[in-house]
């Protein structure tokens, strides 16, 4: 079982930009599509972005053009680089492994702590 860390988060203005780090733990990382999800303050969880075990990305509607999503199977991490972003942005940002690459649902109801993103003026 993959388990994450997730960091970077913080407060950012709106139109700022964020990076953040997800440290995955297991040689069997690099097999594995991952996503990162979201949970905004009243509202389900979401997944943002998701990357193939490969070079192969995904977006939800909202962050397409402002959010990317990449690996380095090396570090066993995941990154989330985050631009041009606005106060509908602001949420705890997780990690987790995707059913399949193309599904929206987590393979486990186990997260972790997450990163807080808040995203304010």
């Known amino acids: 079982q993959v388990q994450f860390v997730e960091s970077g988060g913080g407060l950012v203005q709106p139109g700022g930009s964020l990076r953040l780090s997800c440290a995955a733990s297991?040689?069997?990382?690099?097999?594995?599509?991952v996503g990162w999800f979201r949970q905004a303050p009243g509202k389900q969880r979401e997944l943002v972005a998701a990357i193939s075990s490969g070079i192969n990305t995904r977006y939800a509607d909202s962050v397409k053009g402002r959010f990317t999503i990449s690996r380095d199977n090396v570090k066993n991490t995941v990154y989330l680089q985050m631009n041009s972003l606005k106060p509908e942005d602001t949420a705890v940002y997780y990690c987790n492994v995707p059913k399949t690459y193309n599904s929206d649902s987590p393979v486990s109801s186990s997260w972790g702590q997450g990163t807080r993103v808040t995203v304010s003026s």
């Open positions: 297991g040689s069997i990382f690099r097999l594995y599509a």
